[in-house]
């Protein structure tokens, strides 16, 4: 059985930091995507599972950074500088090993429980 299991996030004024962390069972890539209320749920970071490479969207990067733990099955999404809009639910994303668009969310199998981020300003 899959398991992915998320924990982080919490409240913080602007121009903070916190850390996202997802643990996952098994071998996958891992993406973290986003949803403010009364949006769409958007992709945020990803990072491949061999060789490492990332990916981030226009709006995160170079505040955010996505790592991986030397035993490959944590992630780590380091955000910093946050702005107010940051402020959603944080989703951990799995996808299983082979054909993978990074910004996609349905090119993911399986996700993480949700953590809400709060930026105040």
């Known amino acids: 059985q899959v398991r992915l299991v998320q924990s982080g996030g919490g409240l913080v004024q602007a121009g903070g930091s916190l850390r996202l962390t997802c643990t996952a069972s098994?071998?996958?890539?891992i993406g973290w995507f986003r949803q403010a209320p009364g949006k769409e749920r958007e992709f945020v970071s990803a990072i491949q599972f061999i060789g490492n490479p990332q990916y981030y969207s226009a709006s995160v990067r170079g505040r955010f950074t996505i790592s991986r733990d030397s035993n490959k099955s944590t992630v780590h999404l380091d955000m910093d500088r946050l702005k107010p809009e940051d402020t959603a639910v944080y989703y951990c994303?799995?996808?299983?090993?082979?054909?993978?668009?990074?910004?996609?969310?349905?090119?993911?199998?399986?996700w993480g429980q949700g953590t809400q981020v709060t930026v105040s300003s």
């Open positions: 994303a799995a996808a299983e090993l082979g054909g993978w668009n990074a910004r996609q969310s349905q090119s993911y199998h399986y």
């Open positions: 098994a071998r996958f890539h």
